[in-house]
T-cell receptor, first 114, second 112 residues
C-alpha cells in the first residue's frame, strides 16, 4: 500500500493564480480531509468528505474548493491564490467514518504564494 | 466549542531524561483524545489514543492517561532518545463531531 499520497511536494504561485493539490489513498477509506498547518496554530481543517459525492466545510474553507468523485481521490482547489494561503497542506484519511478513528496523513505540500 | 491547549515549546532534553508534555482540553460530553507525532519532513502519525475516562494509551514507551476530572491528557516517557525528536500534537474528536481539533504542537529536541 502506498497509503496517502500528495502532489506536488512544493509549489510557488503568484497572487491570483489557481491550482489543484492532489490527494489519493489506496486504503479504501471513506473519510478524507484537508488541513493546513501554520506556525503556532496547529492544524486547521479546511474541508472534509465522509464518502464519494459528499463534502463539507471545516473551520477555514474560504478560498478553497473540493470534490470527491471517487473513494480514492480528494483534490483541493485554490481558486485565486492569496499570500495568506502560504502554508503546508496535509491530506488525511481515516479507517472509520469520522476522525475519531486513526487518521493517516500524507507527506504534505508546501505552498508559497508571492 | 472544542479546544486543546498544550505546553508551549520548544522543549530540549538530554537523552534518557523524563519527558512530560502537558495537554488540557475543553469539550462537551466525552471526546476521544489523541497524541500525534510529526517527524522532520513527514506528515503526522498517530502515537496513541484513549477513548474514555481513565483509559491509558501507550506506544513506543510513551503513555498518556485520559483524566476527565482535570480535563487532561498529558504525554509522558520515562527515558527519551534522540530519535524521539519531533513535534507532538494533542488532539480531540468530540462525540458526533466530524473533525479533529488540534493543539498548537510542541517541538521536542533530544540532545545526546
Amino acid at each position: 500500500n502506498a497509503g496517502v499520497t500528495q502532489t506536488p511536494k512544493f509549489q510557488v504561485l503568484k497572487t491570483g493564480q489557481s491550482m489543484t493539490l492532489q490527494c489519493a489513498q489506496d486504503m479504501n477509506h471513506e473519510y478524507m480531509s484537508w488541513y493546513r498547518q501554520d506556525p503556532g496554530m496547529g492544524l486547521r481543517l479546511i474541508h472534509y468528505s465522509v464518502g464519494a459525492g459528499i463534502t463539507d466545510q471545516g473551520e477555514v474553507p474560504n478560498g478553497y474548493n473540493v470534490s470527491r468523485s471517487t473513494t480514492e481521490d480528494f483534490p483541493l482547489r485554490l481558486l485565486s491564490a492569496a499570500p495568506s494561503q502560504t502554508s503546508v497542506y496535509f491530506c488525511a484519511s481515516s479507517t472509520g467514518g469520522s476522525p475519531a478513528y486513526e487518521q493517516y496523513f500524507g507527506p504534505g505540500t508546501r505552498l508559497t504564494v508571492t | 466549542g472544542n479546544s486543546v491547549t498544550q505546553m508551549e515549546g520548544p522543549v530540549t532534553l538530554s537523552e534518557e531524561a523524563f519527558l512530560t508534555i502537558n495537554c488540557t482540553y475543553t469539550a462537551t460530553g466525552y471526546p476521544s483524545l489523541f497524541w500525534y507525532v510529526q517527524y522532520p519532513g513527514e506528515g503526522l502519525q498517530l502515537l496513541l489514543k484513549a477513548t474514555k475516562a481513565d483509559d491509558k494509551g501507550s506506544n513506543k514507551g510513551f503513555e498518556a492517561t485520559y483524566r476527565k476530572e482535570t480535563t487532561s491528557f498529558h504525554l509522558e516517557k520515562g527515558s527519551v532518545q534522540v530519535s524521539d525528536s519531533a513535534v507532538y500534537f494533542c488532539a480531540l474528536s468530540g462525540f458526533g463531531n466530524e473533525k479533529l481539533t488540534f493543539g498548537t504542537g510542541t517541538r521536542l529536541t533530544i540532545i545526546p
